[in-house]
C-alpha cells in the first residue's frame, strides 16, 4: 500500500530553521499533487502548502509565507518543507498527504487519499 514517511521535525528556538521531508512509496509520485498541513494541539487541522505534482505551482497559507518553501524531487519520489525564520505559532504534528492521482493540487484536506503519520515540530521562545 502507499506510504508517506515524513522526518525532520525537531525542537528549535524562534528564528530558527527546520527541513521536513516526505519519503513516499508505492504512489505514482509525479502524477500526485501533494500537500503540507499541521495540526496544533486543541486546535483545528489546517493546511500549511501546497505544490502540483510536476512541482511548477506552489501555494502557501498566509501564515507561513515568506517564511516556508515546499518542493518536491519527483525522481526520489519525495516531498520537502524548508521552514525559516519559525515562530513559536508555528509548533504542532506536520503531516503531509497526497491526493493520488491528481496532477493539481487542493486545498481541502477531504481531498487528499494518502497521509503520513506525521512529525513534530516543536518552536520555544
Known amino acids: 500500500q502507499v506510504q508517506l514517511v515524513e522526518s525532520g521535525g525537531g525542537s528549535v528556538q524562534a528564528g530558527g530553521s527546520l527541513r521536513l521531508s516526505c519519503a513516499t512509496s508505492r504512489l505514482t509520485f509525479d502524477a500526485a499533487a501533494m500537500g503540507w498541513f499541521r495540526q496544533a494541539p486543541g486546535k483545528e487541522r489546517e493546511g500549511v502548502s501546497y505544490?502540483?505534482?510536476?512541482?511548477?505551482?506552489?501555494d502557501y497559507a498566509d501564515s507561513v509565507k515568506g517564511r516556508f518553501t515546499i518542493s518536491r524531487d519527483n525522481a526520489k519520489n519525495t516531498l520537502y518543507l524548508q521552514m525559516n525564520s519559525l515562530k513559536t505559532e508555528d509548533t504542532a504534528m506536520y503531516y503531509c498527504?497526497?491526493?493520488?492521482?491528481?496532477?493539481?493540487?487542493?486545498?481541502?484536506?477531504?481531498?487528499?487519499?494518502?497521509w503520513g503519520q506525521g512529525t513534530q515540530v516543536t518552536v520555544s521562545s
Open positions: 505544490i502540483s505534482a510536476s512541482g511548477n505551482r506552489q
Open positions: 498527504a497526497a491526493m493520488g492521482r491528481s496532477y493539481i493540487y487542493s486545498t481541502r484536506p477531504d481531498e487528499y487519499s494518502y
